[in-house]
């Protein structure tokens, strides 16, 4: 039997792989789920709360500027934040990375709702985006690593309809703070300490959630990786060795060109993982830019449409329960059709949607429209955010869907640049058809990106995966 450097027994990646493949249905699987979701409902509720809570809130006090800054700099700190702290997921842990990011959430939520309008209020804005940036990417890969591999794209769609939920929590908060009075706090304030708050429990709240077997396996920790397999199987119900088929043989991870424990970011370009990389990072950028800018500034064109603002951000939190339910229909479709085709044809829709939407004549068209665009937006986002996870292997995994994802914030910050100078340019009334053309491109070009450059990797485990890049890394 071979040990590591402490003496411990070393564990077979194949017997982790296999253990977690394994695993039946359980509650505590949900619970882990939920619990791992968290960190998403924050980021989601500071996403899609914000734009309606700075639009509202601060052109009421003549501040236009300033509400149309603090979109901006939660995007850029998100996408600071998923590219530069994604990384730490590799290399303290999954469960420590989770603490780092809502902590910085926390400080910054708090400091906004502290701080007097300007410059000193916008910087906690962005500190608060820091601690959110990498939580999506953060969320998927540590379900990912402990859900079985034919319930993996599932898995990971449930925990992010739990996270989305966020978003609707904040937009519906956002509708009831623009027609509350006698507020002891304006309501952005308000809304930022509620989020403090969140934070805070939240990281306590994880700490139930075991620390990932597989991360700690890859790190040398062979004793931990087996305490913290054992823990899930007791609380799945018993040990896993003895249910469901036999584990899958992948190769050890290490064929796949990294017998490094810690890989670079350079190693995303490596020759095995070139096409996956390029593929991920156009879609994210792509679809961060329409489906962000988009949901930012849903408020500004139902208002060039000649809706009031409290209609406008009325119709915008209708719209915005969409998010959970788009994120749970995806957990039925996910698993069922090649996870490249999947990604393609969902976004042509969202395509096809977002048009709906702004060529719709009533109301009750542009509620539909508006809600099937959101619907769609968050039925993507899950077939997106479990590729960009599964298409690396254990020591890039945080890294490789991180920075991935940051190229969507990246998206993100910029579509409300390239709105401002859009609206600058043609008028608040006039900007809306230039404004959809932008997002609805943007599908369009998801789509055709997934079908011609995304790898398949729908049914195949982690380590299977991993195999395939290695085997293409020893061709070349």
């Not at 469960?95 to 906004?112: H, I, Q």
């Not at 994210?284 to 000649?306: C, D, K, M, N």
Request: contains cysteine; glycine residues 12%.
């Amino acid at each position: 039997m071979n040990h590591d450097i402490a003496g411990h027994p070393a564990i077979d990646p194949l017997d982790i792989q296999g253990r977690i493949d394994r695993l039946p249905p359980s509650p505590v699987m949900t619970l882990y789920m939920v619990l791992i979701s968290l960190g998403v409902f924050w980021d989601t509720y500071m996403l899609y709360s914000i734009g309606p809570l700075s639009f509202h809130f601060l052109a009421s006090h003549g501040q236009h500027a300033l509400a149309t800054r603090i979109p901006t700099m939660l995007f850029l700190g998100t996408f600071i934040g998923a590219l530069s702290l994604g990384r730490m997921a590799d290399r303290i842990g999954r469960g420590r990375a989770f603490t780092l990011n809502l902590g910085l959430l926390a400080f910054g939520a708090v400091a906004a709702t502290l701080a007097p309008l300007g410059p000193v209020f916008l910087l906690a804005i962005f500190i608060a985006g820091l601690g959110t940036g990498a939580e999506i990417p953060l969320s998927v890969t540590y379900m990912q690593e402990i859900a079985p591999s034919r319930r993996r794209g599932r898995m990971s769609s449930l925990m992010l309809t739990f996270g989305f939920c966020g978003g609707t929590v904040g937009g519906l908060l956002t509708w009831w703070l623009s027609r509350a009075g006698h507020l002891p706090l304006p309501g952005y304030r308000i809304a930022l300490a509620i989020a403090a708050l969140g934070a805070i429990v939240s990281v306590f709240l994880r700490l139930i959630v075991p620390e990932s077997p597989r991360w700690l396996e890859r790190a040398g920790r062979a004793a931990e990786a087996q305490a913290a397999m054992q823990r899930i199987e007791r609380a799945a119900g018993g040990s896993a060795a003895v249910v469901g088929a036999s584990a899958s043989k992948a190769a050890p991870a290490a064929g796949a060109g990294l017998a490094e424990e810690r890989g670079s970011t350079l190693d995303l370009f490596r020759t095995g993982y070139l096409r996956r990389t390029l593929s991920a990072w156009i879609i994210e950028f792509f679809q961060g830019f329409g489906s962000y800018g988009f949901t930012t500034f849903v408020p500004i064109i139902l208002y060039a449409r000649g809706f009031t603002l409290l209609h406008a951000l009325g119709y915008t939190a209708l719209i915005q329960i969409s998010y959970p339910v788009g994120t749970y229909l995806s957990s039925f479709v996910t698993d069922r059709f090649p996870r490249k085709w999947g990604i393609a044809g969902f976004y042509l829709l969202n395509m096809l949607a977002g048009l709906g939407f702004y060529l719709s004549s009533s109301s009750t068209l542009v509620v539909v429209f508006g809600f099937l665009t959101e619907m769609l937006i968050f039925m993507d986002g899950p077939l997106l955010h479990t590729y960009e996870a599964e298409i690396y292997p254990t020591p890039l995994r945080g890294r490789g869907s991180a920075t991935a994802f940051s190229v969507s914030r990246l998206g993100g910050f910029l579509a409300p640049v390239v709105a401002g100078i859009v609206v600058a340019r043609f008028g608040t009334h006039a900007a809306g058809p230039y404004l959809i053309v932008m997002a609805a491109g943007s599908w369009l070009l998801c789509a055709l990106v997934a079908a011609v450059l995304a790898v398949d990797t729908s049914g195949a485990s982690l380590e299977q995966l991993e195999l395939q890049a290695g085997q293409a890394l020893v061709r070349n």
